[in-house]
């Protein structure tokens, strides 16, 4: 026993040994534990995007495609009356050169304005902009894990736009998840098997023979290595860097190509289609714009079907990008990004992923919760005066997901960026299980992935999307499909709670402001298309929706692929003191023309419902009601507005939209729980009835005001109502200090405003006597016995006397940051509450920062600061922790110090809605006419709405019952809980991919030899000891014939 203990264990060793072994080119034996082991570093992977603007070089965009000879033509001819400007053409070596272009890479060394002037003169170019250099960082740092794997390295992208930002993720907090409301636990998700291609179940459509065969999937990453062993179909690698090589030095562009198309270990969606690798990231991980664009023209030309982008950024308004990502899906490109990974924080959602046209995808762990570090909705391209829509469309597996090593093996990231390619993927495999792919778009890829996917309990829209991936039923969605319209969300239902977050958290009432819901509208049909007549609004007389008015705005023209309709909803004059739930529909025809059809004239159309359902209440008391005020807050894109927290140095823009549903909601929430109904204001001043609101709060507002918005808002305070402002930085010098963080771009970007538009507030406020100062100030202090933090937030210049003063001692950040020293002051004004004279006339508070309200870097909330404030503004209720306050003290009078001014030679004009280009100093526009909906004409029908709009089936004509899927039994590998120090490697029979994956056999044959003679020795060691110890064991059987004989003497024997 001995022996056949020692040949056992030792073929345990050669196993197990073998299991985890791997051989280098070089032809060393490297070794490769999943294990948990004492001696080796656990590390996390933080990826950062930075880009700058490349002095002198811009990208000339044109009207059409042009050959290299026609395009030079154009230049010349647009440059020959400006002799002073010396201008080159840029040589481009990529394998796009051969083919015509619609753009040119220009560098102008001499009078480069004059020269831009004259380019976009041209009648064939359609616009100028900057050629952009994109970094790319890779850091390793020790995640302070102890129980994570070695070979579990968590990928946690930090993204950027074309502007210069460095962004500190929010996903590498201690809560790594962000949990729904379920138990969640870090060890427990490390013991779940995480091969996400069987996870989804592929392996179920690979049994039927579909395996990614036929479809051609682009990858724009870091390129790929030439033979490696997990990919069998690399159809082209191409290298669009100034590097000469195709390989990757990095190993991102091989773990999302083996997410995709690995055949082998860490298995992929579609080990048989097609991969097209475009190397588009050098080994220093820079990229160029340019780059990207004709990259994105050769994929076009190749006839790309899926294309894989795990890159991204805030900046929606980077036109020449924008631009070619709509030229793409036009040309039947299936584009799927990234939503970005600046979660928990909304409004931060990720471009090219945030386009109506791309399939935008977040981030989930294996327990089904949201990851902490995907981005959140809305889309802030409609704000101020509209409304964001849905975005990610779906969520699917993005923590901890296992891909193919840079040269052999698998490795575990994290990110939505990893999410991404698991949809890319899923939809490549889906393509190739579409007999007749003319019916396959972008359109429709999408239009079944959301009609398929499984909603989260507990989570809202701008969180999941439509809900959670489900391959095979979007298989059977799509092998059903017939091209029709759709829309994104599918129903308006203001009741349902916690999905329609935010809609569901405030009932409307009559003379409240307009519900905004923006809906997008897919058109499977064709990649143009046009809404019939106009859409009709169709109230169900059983269930009041006779109560509720509605406007609707849509797409003159759906293109491509997308458009949109938005949804204005309010309540009628008859139902202002009534409460229940009002319901209808609205009904919308899409038409698109018939790319077959032989007629001129052909089209298709497809009739959509929408279903409407409202909670009304009687109007709140004018007490209750706050006003905000989104029309005077700006944000990047387009101009560069800097943080209103200076400590964020790698955070230095403010680009989440400033609105109580992004940046602002946790505000939103708790005034919501305090009773007040909170509304948006997305037009000037002059535009709402002051009569019906308390109180007017203005937040960190960066815009200018026009003459007749100040002469209003006297008298609307005059005749009762209340002001809040929460305020922050603005420092001239301050401002010219921090150009910016990155020194390579401080030369190009100057902020256009501080942290907050002071002058632009006092000249709102002068009237009462009242004025910010242009100090600087932060510090922790406390104030009605509460903890607070003023970070980088002004002080109040001039008050009235009779008004409330607090003050507090803090720090001088202006000095610090003009001069790199420390000094503190004492007494700095910070707050002020006013009562106004007139009779009946309504009340003023001002304060000074306006970070503890706001959710990007908040460190301390202050809205215990808001709820008294709002007692003071809406009832006349003082606190006597202000009243009475040791730290009162007289109102300033504003001759300390200067009043701040505007900066000289901003750029303000080109951003704002107020202020336009004048010889001099910018003057504002005339006042714009003020937003008047036109109701859609009722049309009541007899009809009874179900009790829950949300349906599973989502599209028309639709019969998945009739897409049959095979029975796997037990053949197929089950997910199952690993044991502590077991790989993650899948038990699938014969450790190769079934059907055409036969070719693996010969590799696979001498390993199961091997291990099957080491069981077959096994095996005859134990019988040969066992015939050893034959004859001493059965020694005293031999005996047993003398009991058959006749007995003697008596004698026992003995054994």
Partial sequence: MNMATVWLSLLMVLFCGRKHLGTEPGGAVTSQPSFLCSNCSHLTLKV????????????????????????????????????????????????A????????????????????????????????????????????????????????????????????????????????????GRHSSRRLLRAIPRHVAQILQADVLWQIGHTGAGVKVAVFDTGLNEKHPHFKNVKERTNWTNEKTLDDGLGHGTFVAGVIASMRECQGFAPDSELHIFRVFTNNQVSYTSWFLDAFNYAILKKIDVLNLSIGGPDFMDHPFVDKVWELTANKVIMVSAIGNDGPLYGTLNNPADQMDVIGVGGIDFEDNIAKFSSRGMTTWELPGGYGRVKPDIVTYGSSVRGSGMKEGCRSLSGTSVASPVVAGAVTLLVSTVQNRELVNPASMKQALIASARRLPGVNMFEQGHGKLDLLKAYQVLNSYRPQASLSPSYIDLTECPYMWPYCSQPIYYGGMPTIVNVTILNGMGVTGRIVDKPVWHPYLTQSGDHI????????????????????????????????????????????????????????????????????????????????????????????????????????????????????????QHLRSMGYFVEVLGAPITCFDASQYGT????????????????????????????????????????????????????????????????ALNDLISVWGMAFSDGLYEGDFTMAEHDMYYASGCSIAKFPEDGIVIAHTLKDQGLEVLKQETAVVDNVPILGLYQTPSDGGGRIALYGDSNCIDDSHRQKDCFWLLDSLLQFTSYGTTSPSFSHSKNRLPSPTGKDRPLPERLEGNHLYRYSKVLEAH?????????????????????????????????????????????????????????????????????????????????????????????????????????????????????????????????????????
């Fill in 48 to 95: 950062e995007f930075s880009s700058t603007v490349v002095e002198d070089e811009y990208i000339v965009a044109f009207n059409g495609y042009f050959t290299a000879k026609a395009r030079s033509q154009f230049i010349s001819s647009a440059l020959r009356g400006s002799e002073e400007v010396g201008w080159r053409i840029m040589p481009r070596d990529n394998p």
């Fill in 97 to 180: 050169s051969d083919f015509p272009s619609d753009f040119e890479l220009l560098q102008i060394s001499q009078g480069p304005r004059e020269g831009l002037l004259t380019l976009q003169d041209h009648p064939y170019i359609k616009r100028v902009t900057q050629q952009r250099k994109v970094f790319r960082t890779l850091k390793f740092t020790d995640s302070g894990d102890p129980a994570a794997p070695c070979n579990d390295t968590r990928w946690t992208p930090k993204w950027q736009s074309s502007r210069p930002l460095r962004r500190t993720s929010l996903s590498l907090s201690a809560g790594f998840w962000h949990a729904t």
């Fill in 549 to 668: 008015d509605v406007a609707i705005s849509y797409s003159p023209v759906l293109w491509p692929w997308a458009g949109y309709l938005a949804i204005s909803i309010s309540v009628a004059k008859k139902a202002a003191s009534w409460e229940g739930i009002a319901q209808g529909h609205v009904m919308i025809t899409v038409a698109s023309p018939a790319e077959n059809d032989s007629k001129a004239s052909g089209e298709l159309t497809s009739t959509v419902k929408l279903p409407v359902k409202v909670k009304i209440i009687p109007t709140p008391p004018r007490s209750k009601r706050v006003l905000w005020d989104q029309y005077h807050n700006l944000r990047y894109p387009p101009g560069y507005f800097p943080r209103d927290n200076l400590r964020m140095k790698n955070d230095p823009l403010d680009w989440n939209g400033d609105h109580i549903h992004t940046n602002f909601r946790d505000m939103y």
């Fill in 696 to 759: 007017l709060l203005m937040v960190d507002s960066e815009e200018e005001y026009f003459p007749e918005e100040i002469g209003k808002l006297r008298r609307d305070i005059d005749n009762g109502l209340s002001l809040i402002v929460f305020s922050d930085w603005y420092n001239t010098s301050v401002m010219r200090k921090v150009k910016f963080y990155d020194e390579n771009t401080r030369q190009w970007w100057m902020p256009d405003t501080g942290g907050a538009n002071i002058p």
């Fill in 919 to 1055: 010889l001099g100093d910018p003057k504002p526009r005339p006042l714009p006419a003020c937003p008047h909906l036109s109701w859609a004409k009722p049309q009541p029908v007899n009809e009874t709405a179900p009790s829950n709009l949300w349906k599973h089936q989502k599209l028309l004509s639709i019969e998945t019952d009739k897409v049959a899927l095979p029975m796997l039994g037990a053949n197929r590998p089950q997910v199952r809980p690993l044991s502590p120090g077991e790989s993650g490697a899948w038990d699938i029979p014969g450790g190769i991919m079934p059907g055409r994956y036969n070719q693996d056999v010969g590799q696979t044959i001498p390993v199961f030899a091997f291990l099957g003679a080491m069981v077959v020795l096994a095996f005859f060691v134990v019988q040969i000891t066992k015939t050893k110890s034959k004859p001493k064991r059965r020694k005293p059987r031999v005996k047993r014939p003398q009991f058959l004989q006749p007995p003697h003497t008596a004698k026992t024997p003995t054994v």
